[in-house]
C-alpha cells in the first residue's frame, strides 16, 4: 500500500523458538553459542526494525533452568525491548508454565508478553501499524489430560477454534497465531522430547487454517509446512542427529490485506557437529580429516581390536570430539538375548566372553588369570 507514492510498510515479527536455554551437548557447556544466538537476535530485531518478536515455547531446557539461564534470558528479553520491538513469548513442553508466566500480567505493560496459561490463550496482543489493528494469539504447549482432551489434536483443535470465536468477534482481519505442537509434515530429529504422552503426537495442519501466520516451535529443523505456517526450529543443534540443519529464524511481513512473506534468517554457526567413521590411525594421520580439527564429532572406530587410549589419541588432533563408538569392520552382530548367551556358562566364562565383545579380542592368559584369581577372591570371601 503506498501513500503520495511513499510505500507503507505492514507488520514485521522474527520468528524464533527453541532456545533451551541451560542446554548441554553431551555434557559440554552451550551457553557461549547460546549468547551468540541470542546476540545475533537483537541485532536482527535493531536492523530490520521489527514490531514483535515471536518466541514459540522451549525457552528453557528444563522446567527448573539453572540461574545463568534465567540471567540469560532475562538480558535478552530486555535488550531485545530496547530495539523497540515487543516480544511474545508461549511456554513449550520443556518449560514450566508457571515458573516462566509467573507475573506475567505485571510485565505486560513493559512490552514482553508471556502466554502459558491455556485459560488465557484467547486473549491476544493487540498490535498497530499503518493498516490497523493485528491480532496476535499463543498457544502454549497443551498436555491433553491437564485440559481433559484426548489427544494433542483435540486440545489444539479446541484452542484454534476459541481463537477463530475471539477474532470474529473482534473483527480482527490480521492474525498472528503461536503454537508449540508437532503439526504433521514437519521433520522431527532426536533432540526434541516426544509429545505424544496422552494421544497422538502430531496434529493435522488443518487445525491452524485461516490465520494470517502461524509461528510453530517444538521440532528443531526449520521447515515450512504452508507458506503461513512454519517452524523457525532451534537456534543450535541439539544432537547429531541436527548436524546437517541450516540453523536459523524467520522475518515475517504481513501487509494491508494480510498475505505474509517470510525470509530466511541464518543464524551464526558457533561449531559445526559432524560424523567421523574410519580406523584411528587413518583419522589421525590422514590430512582428509584436517577441516573437523574445530568441529564437534561424533566419532566410530571400524579398528578390528578396540585401540588402547582412543578418546586420548583423537583429542589430540580433535579437541572437540563429544562421542565414541566401536564398530569393528566386517564384525557380524549377535542377535541372541542375552539370557541364551550366558546360558550354560560359569562366571569365567561370561566374564571372558565380555572382554572378546567389548574389544573383539579375547584376554591373553595374563590377563585370565586375573579373572580366575578375582573370582576365587569373590567366592572366598562369601565362604
Not at 528453557?60 to 515487543?86: H, I, K, M
Not at 502466554?115 to 498490535?127: F, G, I, K, Q
Request: some cysteine.
Amino acid at each position: 500500500m503506498s501513500v503520495a507514492g511513499t510505500i507503507v510498510r505492514g507488520m514485521r515479527f522474527l520468528h524464533t523458538s527453541d532456545w533451551h536455554l541451560g542446554r548441554s551437548l553431551h555434557r559440554t557447556s552451550l551457553r557461549e553459542a547460546q549468547e551468540a544466538f541470542l546476540d545475533h537476535l537483537v541485532e536482527t530485531a535493531r536492523d530490520e526494525k521489527v514490531d514483535a518478536v515471536l518466541v514459540a515455547g522451549d525457552i528453557y531446557d528444563r522446567a527448573l533452568p539453572p540461574v545463568d539461564a534465567v540471567e540469560l534470558c532475562e538480558d535478552v528479553l530486555v535488550r531485545l525491548r530496547d530495539t523497540g520491538a515487543r516480544v511474545i513469548a508461549i511456554s513449550g513442553n520443556h518449560d514450566s508454565a508457571r515458573r516462566l508466566g509467573f507475573s506475567s500480567s505485571l510485565i505486560d505493560a513493559s512490552g514482553v508478553h508471556l502466554r502459558t496459561r491455556p485459560a488465557a490463550l484467547a486473549d491476544p496482543v493487540m498490535l498497530e501499524d499503518a493498516h490497523g489493528p493485528v491480532a496476535v494469539y499463543g498457544i502454549p504447549y497443551l498436555e491433553p489430560a491437564a485440559e481433559g482432551e484426548p489427544g494433542h489434536e483435540a486440545a489444539i483443535g479446541r484452542a484454534a477454534a476459541r481463537i477463530r470465536e475471539d477474532a470474529g468477534a473482534r473483527g480482527a482481519a490480521r492474525t498472528v497465531v503461536l503454537a508449540h505442537a508437532w503439526v504433521h509434515g514437519g521433520q522431527a530429529s532426536d533432540s526434541e522430547r516426544d509429545i505424544s504422552v496422552g494421544g497422538a503426537g502430531s496434529v493435522p495442519a488443518s487445525l491452524l487454517d485461516g490465520f494470517g501466520y502461524v509461528a510453530l516451535g517444538h521440532l528443531h529443523g526449520q521447515q515450512t509446512i504452508a507458506p503461513n505456517v512454519r517452524y523457525s526450529g532451534s537456534p543450535l543443534p541439539y544432537s547429531f542427529s541436527e548436524a546437517a540443519h541450516k540453523k536459523g529464524s524467520w522475518l515475517v511481513d504481513i501487509d494491508a490485506a494480510g498475505e505474509v512473506r517470510a525470509e530466511k534468517v541464518p543464524a551464526p554457526v558457533y561449531r559445526r557437529l559432524s560424523l567421523l567413521k574410519g580406523k584411528l590411525d587413518d583419522l589421525l594421520g590422514s590430512p582428509a580429516y584436517g577441516e573437523y580439527t574445530d568441529r564437534f564429532l561424533a566419532v566410530t572406530l571400524t579398528d578390528l581390536q578396540r585401540p588402547g587410549q582412543a578418546m586420548d589419541r583423537l583429542r589430540k588432533r580433535f579437541p572437540h570430539v563429544l562421542t565414541l563408538t566401536f564398530e569393528p569392520e566386517g564384525l557380524t552382530a549377535d542377535g541372541r538375548r542375552y539370557g541364551d548367551k550366558v546360558k550354560g556358562k560359569d562366571d569365567l566364562m561370561i566374564a571372558t566372553e565380555f572382554v572378546r565383545h567389548v574389544r573383539n579380542t579375547p584376554p591373553d592368559e595374563s590377563e585370565s588369570k586375573l579373572l580366575a584369581a578375582a573370582f576365587e577372591n569373590v567366592r572366598a570371601g562369601a565362604r
